[in-house]
């Protein structure tokens, strides 16, 4: 390592930390427009050009809020549940390979890496719900897990039968083996999986429901649960839940650009960049919003049983499948 | 090349960093009355350990670290104490007294004093060169080649535990 290599980590976590902040603050903005559409009526208007700068309001607004820990709740770690859910998910940014260059660590087990700190958020949000000592808290500490738990499987199914595919956990290499036009991307890699389309959509069910996004946001569903775990939550206390449940949607629509749309590289095979991972990041995320305000969420039985039931024996299946189409090809 | 700056102050830090987080998450594990704060002591314990395993050049162990203790172990104990346990600690719950105490002290202390002067003096074979690079695919290899009886010893346990579930299940439910 040389001198220089402290120095290019520090930049890269400032500009790290800065991507959180702003994608935080303004997928709010887009979210809260993309609902207004959806709905037919026009979402913020009034504080800036077309409600542009609503988020640095609400921001000035939630950093100015008294933080109140409610009579009865485990002082401790009422504290520490949102102090644990920021930073892994920073340092999942810092794993990401936005471009061939633009990669803060270039792990051989990134993909590895990237669901260990995403197993955080898990007991984050069920301690912050735990201890709250608030019933809605508790409901939805013991749904997150539950749910978490079994969107798990699939997922990592789904996870395995791309790394068959790829065959290495590092993600600059997956984004790598993946270049060309589109047809090389791994969403289309049906010479070694004929299913990979569905692998895909079950990638991204997981996906909703592992950042706790509706129509499985049953961690905090407002018409039953108020708001579920964050509900004794006051000021920046909430405003860390929230802006790391964006940050963990960009991660998650990142991982889907990486695993399955090619990453940096262009669909047309000319001008591969940066700027073609952040094009796609945000059509995943697009997809999200626009999966939030389309469908009702769904109940927590059907939650369960879509994944029990549905998505882990075809995600099975397509392990196996990709098995021996790998084998015999 | 020059060195990274400050690395022999940074490495013994870390170090310090991660033996601290292991001892006093254990400590906090043992000494609390709140069990989930136990849970919360036995992740902290975890995250210490990984990150020794990463500062011993493993980063796929450190990682798997993460992943199982916090991902799943902390979380499925988490789930099992929402499930039954009552919330306060009632009075005199892990009191004990003297002898009882003292006794476990002195077994606590003996398998510490053993342990250390294992570590300390023990004869460890050191490697000239590192073996691997702690990646996956000496790994995979190892697990099917040299060490595929573990691998298949672990997987029956796997099975008959998912079987003892579902049969524990499927009798539980015909109880009124």
Redesign the interface.
């Known amino acids: 390592m040389t001198a220089a290599e402290p120095i290019r980590l520090l930049l890269f976590l400032v500009g790290v930390a800065t991507f959180v902040g702003l994608n935080a603050a303004y997928l709010v903005w887009v979210e809260r427009k993309g609902a207004g559409r959806f709905q037919r009526r026009a979402g913020p208007t009034e504080v800036g050009y077309a409600g542009l700068l609503q988020p640095i309001a609400d921001a000035g607004k939630l950093m100015s809020k008294q933080l109140i820990v409610p009579p009865g709740a485990d002082r401790v770690l009422f504290r520490l549940a949102p102090i644990m859910m920021m930073p892994p998910a920073i340092m999942a940014f810092a794993l990401l390979p936005f471009s061939e260059s633009l990669v803060g660590i270039d792990m051989n087990v990134g993909l590895i890496a990237l669901f260990a700190f995403s197993s955080f958020n898990v007991i984050a949000v069920m301690l912050a719900g735990w201890s709250s000592r608030n019933k809605y808290g508790i409901i939805s500490a013991a749904r997150v897990v539950s749910q978490n738990v079994a969107y798990e499987i699939p997922m990592m199914l789904v996870i395995i039968t791309v790394l068959m595919v790829s065959g290495t956990l590092s993600l600059t290499a997956i984004v790598d083996g993946q270049s060309g036009a589109f047809w090389n991307w791994n969403l289309f890699a049906l010479a070694s999986n004929p299913l990979m389309p569905v692998t895909f959509i079950i990638f991204f069910i997981c996906m909703l429901s592992e950042t706790n996004r509706a129509p499985f946001d049953m961690a905090e569903a407002e018409s039953e649960l108020v708001a579920g775990a964050y509900t004794e939550y006051a000021g920046m206390g909430f405003g860390v839940f929230f802006m790391a449940e964006y940050a963990n949607i960009v991660i998650g629509c990142a991982l889907a650009v990486v695993l399955f749309l090619g990453g940096w590289h262009s669909p047309v095979g000319v001008f591969p960049g940066v700027f073609w991972f952040l094009v796609k990041l945000y059509f995943m995320v697009f997809l999200v919003i626009w999966v939030r305000w389309t469908f009702p969420r769904t109940q927590f039985y059907g939650l369960l049983n879509l994944s029990w039931k549905i998505l882990i024996p075809i995600s099975i299946f397509t392990l196996l499948l990709s098995a021996v189409m790998i084998k015999l090809v | 090349?020059?060195?990274?700056?400050a690395s022999e102050y940074l490495i013994p830090l870390v170090f310090l960093l991660f033996a601290g987080a292991t001892i006093g998450g254990a400590l906090i594990a043992v000494f609390t009355k709140?069990i989930?704060?136990s849970v919360?002591g036995l992740?902290m314990a975890s995250v210490g350990l990984?990150g020794m395993f990463y500062f011993l050049h493993s980063?796929?162990l450190a990682?798997?670290q993460?992943?199982i203790y916090?991902?799943?172990v902390?979380?499925?104990i988490?789930?099992a104490i929402?499930?039954a346990e009552p919330?306060e600690p009632q009075d005199g719950y892990g009191q004990h007294s003297v002898p009882w105490n003292l006794g476990a002290g002195i077994v606590a202390a003996a398998v510490f004093w053993g342990i250390a002067r294992l570590g300390v003096t023990g004869d460890w074979p050191t490697p000239a060169v590192r073996v691997s690079?702690g990646?996956?695919e000496m790994i995979g290899v190892a697990l099917l080649t040299k060490q595929s009886l573990a691998l298949e010893i672990v997987a029956l346990i796997l099975l008959v535990s998912i079987l003892g579930a579902l049969a524990v299940a499927r009798k539980g439910r015909h109880i009124e």
């Open positions: 090349m020059n060195p990274f700056p709140w989930i704060r919360c992740a990984a980063p796929f990682m798997i993460i992943l916090i991902g799943a902390c979380i499925t988490v789930f929402m499930l919330d690079d990646g996956v």
